[in-house]
Structure formats: C-alpha cells, structure tokens
C-alpha cells in the first residue's frame, strides 16, 4: 500500500506531472494562490479512505503535547507605550496540542503521503517554490494538530511564507478557517485594518469550512487568519506538513522543546550544544 491509494488521483493527478491534467492543476492552484493566498483541493484524500487517518489520528492523539499561551497577531511581546486598543496590545488565549512528527513512523499514512515524491514535487510546482525540501526535523516533519473543546488559534499573521495542511476530522461545531487576503503587505502593516478584524467589524473576514480529506495551501504571512473556538465533545484534527528552503533543517532546541515538550540530540548538535548537556 502506498499514497496512491489515498489520494484521489482522478480529481488530483499528481502522480504524472508532465500530463496536461496536471499542469492544469497546478496552474488552476498557482491562480488561487495568487489571488487571495489560499488554495483548497477539496477531496484531496478519498473519502472512502478517510477513516483509516482519523483512527491514526484518534490513536496518537494522547501523545500530544499541550501548550497554552497568550498571544497578539504578531507573536511579539506587549509594548506599553502604544494605546491598549492598538493590535500590538491585544492579547488572546491560544491552547495547541502538537502531536510530535516521531509518533508517525513506519505504516503511518500520513507519513506516506508526506514521503510518496510526488507530493512535496506538486506542492513545490503548485507554490512556485525554487528552494523547496522535506523538513528534517524528526519531531515536526509531519504532524497533527489537535483542538479540544474551546481551543482554537487566535487571530495572527503568520511567520513562515506557506503552511501546508490536511483537514481530518472536524470539531462538532466552530473551528472554522477564517482569513482575511492581503490585509497588510511588506510595506503597510494597516494596523486600522487589523484592528477592524479584531473588533469584528470588518468586511474583509473570508471563512471556509473545511471538510476531512481538504488539502490548504495558505500563505498566512500577509494574510490575517484564525481557526474559529470548536465546540463539542469531538477534537478537531489537523495534519501539517512542513516543507523548508534549506536540506537538513531541523528546529532549534528553544522552540522544539515549547511545541513538543522535548528535543533530541539533533537539536542539540545543530545548535551546537553538547548532547549530555541539556537533559532536563
Ligand atoms: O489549524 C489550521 O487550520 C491552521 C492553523 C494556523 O493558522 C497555523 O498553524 O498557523
Ligand atoms: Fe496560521
């Protein structure tokens, strides 16, 4: 069994590349992206196949690491000298459980996806991507993301330029993806904007409801986003899957340990730490 079975290749045919079909998918996916920053390949994954990735995700889903913090759109520190109703100023509670990339070894599915060359080759061909890699990070290659009741991610930007993620499961209810394309760029931050979204009160808020076996590609970096509270008893599954600029990349020790609640040695020797220096 190999990702070819997954993957629904008569909607999505990225196993030959070279075939006008393709090409036609990935320029159709290049113009979404072009146009508000975020692609949905609706049914990526076969809906008779979906099962067998929640029940991977419902298994590993207790092996996820909790976090809780408090943060603005920018993921910085607060700064009293602005006024309290300034974006920079506005704090909101963010609860994440990361399951680590090492919990998907040998037999899982959605490591065959992530691994099946065809797909990082579609996704680099689909984002424009000159410098495009499998990150090598054991703990965050490929993940899930899981919400529980309440949880949610609070309004931000991002700060690396793609995210690549599959819909697996849906909260009962809430947990919707909402964005709002090309609310500031690299040169007009358009706090007046930002602030709008954050009153709600903006017209700028697109929402998408996300169905299990979705692939998004979204370029958060300009565009404001966030994943709406879940409500209900089920969890809302997520799988992410990182792609990097460089070979070889792997976390540094200070984040990995925040997002997964340890590090192995690999953090440490790229960080150029000694490995039995940092046992907790
Ligand atoms: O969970 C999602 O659907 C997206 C989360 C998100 O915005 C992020 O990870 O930066
Ligand atoms: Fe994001």
Redesign the pocket.
């Known amino acids: 069994m190999d990702a070819r079975a997954f993957i629904d290749l008569d909607q999505y045919p990225i196993a030959e590349p070279a075939t006008a079909a393709c090409e036609q998918l990935v320029s159709s996916v290049r113009s979404k992206l072009a146009q508000d920053g975020c692609a949905v390949l609706s049914g990526f994954i076969r809906a008779d196949r979906i099962d067998e990735l929640i029940t991977e995700a419902d298994q590993v889903a207790p092996q996820g690491h909790r976090s809780f913090n408090r943060t603005n759109v920018y993921f910085t520190r607060d700064d009293p000298g602005l006024p309290e109703s300034h974006p920079m100023r506005r704090f909101y509670d963010r609860s994440n459980s990361f399951v680590p990339a090492d919990n998907f070894g040998a037999g899982s599915i959605l490591r065959m996806i992530y691994e099946w060359p065809a797909f990082p080759a579609f996704i680099q061909a689909a984002l424009g991507e000159e410098k495009f890699y499998r990150y090598a990070d054991p703990l965050a290659d490929v993940i899930v993301?899981v919400?529980e009741e309440g949880g949610g991610?609070p309004w931000?930007f991002?700060t690396?330029n793609y995210?690549v993620?599959l819909?697996i499961q849906n909260g009962e209810q809430g947990?919707e993806?909402e964005y709002c394309p090309g609310l500031r760029t690299s040169t007009d931050e358009n706090y007046d904007g930002v602030q709008a979204v954050l009153d709600g009160h903006s017209d700028a808020v697109k929402t998408l409801h996300?169905q299990p076996g979705d692939l998004?590609i979204?370029k958060?970096r300009y565009a404001l986003?966030?994943?709406s509270p879940v409500k209900g008893a089920r969890k809302?599954y997520?799988g992410?899957f990182s792609f990097v600029e460089e070979p070889g990349m792997v976390g540094s020790p200070e984040r990995t340990r925040q997002l997964y609640g340890r590090v192995l040695p690999i953090h440490l020797e790229r960080a150029g730490l000694r490995a039995d220096a940092l046992i907790d």
């Open positions: 993301n919400v991610f931000h991002d690396n995210t993620t819909a947990g993806f996300l998004q979204f958060g986003h966030r994943v809302r997520v992410i």
